[in-house]
Nanobody, 120 residues
Framework: QVQLVESGGGLVQAGGSLRLSCAAS????????MAWYRQAPGKQRESVAH???????LYADSGKGRFTISRDNAKNTVYLQMDSLKPEDTAVYYC??????????????WGQGTQVTVSS
């Protein structure tokens, strides 16, 4: 059993910054790709950024130049630094991780989500 717990969401004015964190815990053997997704009201969930276990990153166009994904493998934690936030960044942000458990099963785990609201 593994779980992801996000934190760091909140209300911020346009142009401001937020840093999201997501910590994995449980019966973890290895964590491969970690990622952030978001879902705005009435819209489908969309990818924001990915980072592999070796540090390779990939960003959606919506966040390029403004968002930075990073991870601390020793803490099983992934971060999303969001700068120059816009009202259209308002969404529930979800953490996702590809995790191999101690019994060698590979699971695609999701966090519960954290609300980010950007006011204009």
């Amino acid at each position: 059993q593994v779980q992801l717990v996000e934190s760091g969401g909140g209300l911020v004015q346009a142009g401001g910054s937020l840093r999201l964190s997501c910590a994995a815990s449980g019966s973890i053997f290895a964590i491969y790709t970690m990622a952030w997704y978001r879902q705005a009201p009435g819209k489908q969930r969309e990818s924001v950024a990915h980072i592999t276990n070796t540090g390779t990153t990939l960003y959606a166009d919506s966040g390029k130049g403004r968002f930075t994904i990073s991870r601390d493998n020793a803490k099983n934690t992934v971060y999303l630094q969001m700068d120059s936030l816009k009202p259209e960044d308002t969404a529930v942000y979800y953490c996702n991780a590809n995790i191999q458990t101690l019994n060698r099963m590979v699971v695609d785990q999701w966090g519960q989500g954290t609300q980010v609201t950007v006011s204009s």
